[in-house]
């Protein structure tokens, strides 16, 4: 196994991280065609999940819908393994922040805040180049993967300028350290919860979704302003992010209300640009139980 996740990594990952765009892209052209017309790659998952959430859809332009997710999956993959080796500058020109400065105030007084996004557009990108636009110090908060070796470079190249990535596991020691710093912390909130019964149901794309109930009850727990950060794609290769306010007074705010803004917010995004949504995740995979209880 370390020999074969050698080989995988200084063979074939940092090589093709390496390369120029022009040849990344003509590289995700074939993958597409790989993903899309070879292999199939989870498209029954991929066109259940839009057929289910555009129900007003036709199945022509669901298929026309899927092409486009495909497209666009083939360049995350690509644009994601260019993080590898991607420099600084040009991690930075790629995603652009429009309004870091909306955080100022909240550094100023020495407040962390909380970050909500999804899967939308290119999530790994933003990673890379958060700490650099804010003030705050950055903080990703993740599931770490099986893989060990992976686990590792995984975190060293999304980390590489400045962004600290801590599992899932210790969220609570993150928010109840002190700092000399204040910190942003990141919550990817359209992750499906393991268990069914802990996590927040809301409708979501027509559905009943379960979703991570972390953003809001930190919020409330430690007083941390929550923002939504929208990921645009301007062209290829080419990002721009923009932060909107979901509450600076999270403990004002009813049960559920955080949890449904910041979903409300990225279905927006999804609504308006499908393509760019991880739809081959099992998004769905959870019935809502009945009598389900509130989340903790």
Not at 177 to 195: C, E, G, K, L, Y
Not at 213 to 229: D, L, Q
Request: charged share 25%; net charge positive.
């Amino acid at each position: 196994m370390i020999v074969a996740n050698l080989l995988l990594y200084y063979l074939i990952i940092l090589p093709i991280s390496k390369l120029p765009y022009g040849a990344l892209y003509g590289l995700s052209d074939f993958l597409f065609w790989v993903f899309y017309s070879l292999t199939g790659y989870r498209k029954k998952v991929v066109f259940d999940n839009l057929k289910r959430s555009f129900p007003e859809k036709s199945d022509a332009e669901i298929q026309q819908l899927g092409k486009l997710f495909y497209r666009h999956f083939a360049d995350l993959i690509l644009e994601s393994l260019s993080i590898f080796s991607i420099s600084q500058k040009e991690a930075s020109a790629r995603m652009k922040f429009t309004n870091p400065e909306i955080f100022d105030k909240h550094f100023k007084e020495g407040r962390n805040v909380i970050l909500a996004g999804g899967h939308f557009n290119n999530w790994e990108l933003f990673a890379v180049a958060v700490d650099d636009a804010l003030k705050h110090a950055t903080i990703a908060l993740y599931k770490p993967l099986n893989n060990q070796f992976f686990d590792e470079k995984m975190r060293s190249s999304r980390g590489k300028y400045g962004l600290r990535m801590i599992s899932t596991r210790k969220a609570t020691e993150v928010f109840s350290t002190i700092t000399d710093q204040p910190v942003a912390v990141i919550f990817a909130t359209d992750q499906s919860p393991s268990n069914p019964r802990k996590g927040y149901w809301t409708k979501f794309l027509n559905q009943d979704t379960i979703v991570l109930f972390g953003t809001e009850k930190y919020a409330k727990e430690y007083n941390c302003p929550v923002y939504y950060g929208s990921i645009q794609k301007v062209k290829r290769g080419y990002y721009e992010v923009t932060f909107s306010l979901i509450t600076e007074n999270p403990q004002s705010c009813a049960y559920g209300e955080i949890t449904e803004m910041h979903c409300k917010l990225l279905e927006k995004d999804i609504l308006e640009n499908p393509q760019y949504w991880l739809w081959s995740h099992r998004r769905w995979k959870h019935r809502k139980p009945e009598n389900i209880e509130a989340a903790n």
